[in-house]
C-alpha cells in the first residue's frame, strides 16, 4: 500500500514538475515578449507538456490501484448503480388507429425521402 502512496506523490511531483517546465520560459522573462517562440521556449514548453501528461497518467494510474487495493481490503464498498428506468411509451391520441396515423405520417415520409434523393436542388 505504501508504495502506491510514493507512486502517486512522485507521479504527481512529474506533473508539477511539467507544469513548471511549461510556464518557466514565461515566467522567468527568458522569453521575449510578443515574439514568436524561440528555440529554447519551445523544446521546454514541449518537454513540459510530455511529463506532465506522463504525470497525470501516473496520478491516475495509481489513485486506480489504491482504489482497488482498498476496495480488496474490505476499507471502502463499491455502491452498485441503480438500473434506468425502462421509457414509457406514449399512447397515441384517443380514437387515433394506427392506419389514421399511417395516413397521417405518409406525407411527411415522402417529403423526407425526395428530401434525401436531391443534394442542392439536383437529383442524384
Not at 510578443?34 to 510530455?50: N, S, V
Not at 491516475?60 to 476499507?75: C, P, Q, S, T, W
Request: proline share 6%; no cysteine.
Amino acid at each position: 500500500m505504501i508504495r502506491r502512496f510514493v507512486g502517486a506523490v512522485a507521479a504527481a511531483l512529474a506533473l508539477l514538475a511539467g507544469l513548471w517546465l511549461m510556464i518557466a520560459p514565461f515566467a522567468l522573462g527568458t522569453q521575449p515578449e510578443a515574439d514568436d517562440w524561440i528555440d529554447a521556449t519551445g523544446t521546454e514548453f514541449f518537454t513540459g507538456l510530455g511529463v506532465a501528461v506522463i504525470g497525470l497518467v501516473g496520478v491516475a494510474a495509481f489513485a486506480a490501484a489504491i482504489h482497488e487495493d482498498l476496495v480488496a481490503r474490505g476499507l471502502v464498498t463499491v455502491r452498485q448503480r441503480a438500473p434506468e428506468p425502462e421509457p414509457i411509451a406514449q399512447p397515441a391520441p384517443a380514437g387515433t388507429s394506427s392506419a389514421e396515423l399511417a395516413t397521417m405520417l405518409a406525407p411527411l415520409v415522402e417529403a423526407l425521402r425526395e428530401d434525401l434523393t436531391t443534394t442542392n436542388g439536383h437529383r442524384r
